[in-house]
């Protein structure tokens, strides 16, 4: 079947989740051709820390220089090929090759190169860079070049969402990685949707209305159903302008590839917390007391983050083949936040920390659903419609033209 076949008002075809061969597509014109989000600045606090990531079979790394840049470059030495970090994350004054010891500074300039004639071009053999890209402390990277010009675009509408949150003052409190038995698109495919909630969220809809989450914000056409929380929106809305939060909706506009909202928190809660109490005592950037709403952010491909006044979760979706997905999870308080004093790891993480095993199973009885043989594309609710934008983007991603 040819993608111009595809009808986006149904899940895709079965291959489409477990060919080998659209899978490595994918990479290519999706995870190493555009803005992929991959790490924050809470990641690297100090000059010289640095992170080790891959994407499909690339590796590469991020690290803060010393003039406090945040710069990325593939793990390879540029003498014989040997890899130069390894290990999750560490700091490094400079980066000196396992091997021969060839020797790197932060802004990847090669200062030694030993075994080589004192006349030997230094200059031009520099570390492989790639592009990097940080809005509001959330670090996107693009390993081909040259990289979708759209980021600038990005940034501008973003980042008034996310500067009273400051994140680059925030700590990983907690990262949690889940592997999951299942294609990369089916986590996407699920995150893009709250019908499922009701069923199966029990924990996040303490905190939590389902809509404006997966469901539209259609002020023109309420449901009874929806009548709470609209009331409340309307009531939050003013108090959000008196506090200056950016709160309108942005939904992948021109083709670009996020969506963002603010919504109101259920239930007087103040965090996604089952109390109605805030989770960290600290509070994050701009904020002088806890604010019962929260930032949700959605990219394609890989990624939706929220943020508290208190704390800020955050996910990224790396594919690692065809039926294995790794799903990182980050909890971010800020910065001078002491656990045990001002916040308890079991309170903060609790409600997500659920959220993902029982999406998790979700996205995993669903691959296993598909593989049975007996799968045929199943039709998207309207409710769901966020699925059908996303595999619309997808499906386009896959039909451009490769640039590279
Ligand atoms: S391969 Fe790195 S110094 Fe030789
Ligand atoms: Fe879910």
Not at 63 to 86: I, K, M, T
Not at 105 to 132: E, H
Not at 147 to 169: F, H, M, R, W
Not at 301 to 323: E, G, K, R, Y
Request: hydrophobic share 35%; with cysteine.
């Amino acid at each position: 079947m040819s993608l111009t076949e595809i009808d986006t008002n149904f899940t895709l075809p079965a291959q489409f989740y477990t060919s080998k061969d659209i899978f490595e597509e994918e990479l290519e014109k999706i995870f190493y051709s555009k803005w992929i989000y991959v790490a924050c600045e809470a990641d690297l606090p100090k000059p010289g820390d640095y992170i080790t990531l891959k994407l499909g079979t690339r590796s590469f790394f991020l690290q803060r220089g010393q003039n406090g840049e945040v710069r990325g470059f593939y793990n390879v030495c540029r003498h014989r090929g040997h890899e130069l970090l390894s290990g999750e994350r560490g700091n490094r004054k400079g980066i000196s090759c396992p091997y021969h010891n060839w020797t790197y500074d932060l802004s990847g300039k090669l200062l030694r190169a030993r075994g080589m004639d004192a006349d030997f071009p230094k200059q031009d053999y520099g570390l492989n860079p790639i592009n990097v890209a940080v809005i509001g402390g959330l670090i996107y990277v693009c390993l081909n070049s040259p990289a979708p010009d759209d980021i600038e675009t990005v940034s501008n509408l973003l980042s008034p969402y996310l500067a009273p949150y400051q994140v680059a003052k925030t700590k990983i409190a907690c990262q949690k990685d889940i592997i999951e038995a299942c294609n990369w698109k089916l986590v996407i495919e699920n995150n893009r949707e709250c019908l499922h909630c009701d069923t199966n969220h029990p924990e996040l809809l303490v905190p939590l209305y389902s809509s404006g989450f997966g469901k539209g914000l259609d002020k023109d056409h309420i449901a009874p159903s929806e009548q709470r929380f609209q009331d409340t929106l309307q009531e939050k809305e003013r108090e959000w302008e008196g506090l200056g939060l950016p709160y309108e909706l942005i939904e992948f506009p021109d083709d670009l590839w996020f969506r963002t909202v603010r919504l109101p928190l259920a239930n007087q809660c103040l965090s996604h917390t089952l109390k109605p109490e805030h989770a960290c005592k600290k509070l994050l950037g701009n904020f002088r007391k806890p604010e019962g709403s929260g930032l949700s952010l959605w990219t394609h491909p890989n990624s939706w983050n929220h943020f508290l006044s208190d704390h800020i979760i955050t996910f990224a979706v790396f594919p690692l083949s065809v039926d294995k997905t790794l799903v990182r999870t980050k909890w971010l308080v800020a910065a001078d936040a002491a656990e045990g004093v001002d916040y308890n790891l079991e309170d903060l993480t609790k409600v997500w920390t659920q959220t993902n095993l029982q999406d998790q199973s979700l996205a995993e009885g669903t691959y296993r659903g598909i593989c049975s043989g007996g799968y045929l594309p199943g039709p998207i609710a309207d409710e769901e419609y966020l699925v059908k934008q996303f595999l619309s983007w997808y499906t386009d991603q896959l039909t451009e033209t490769p640039v590279h």
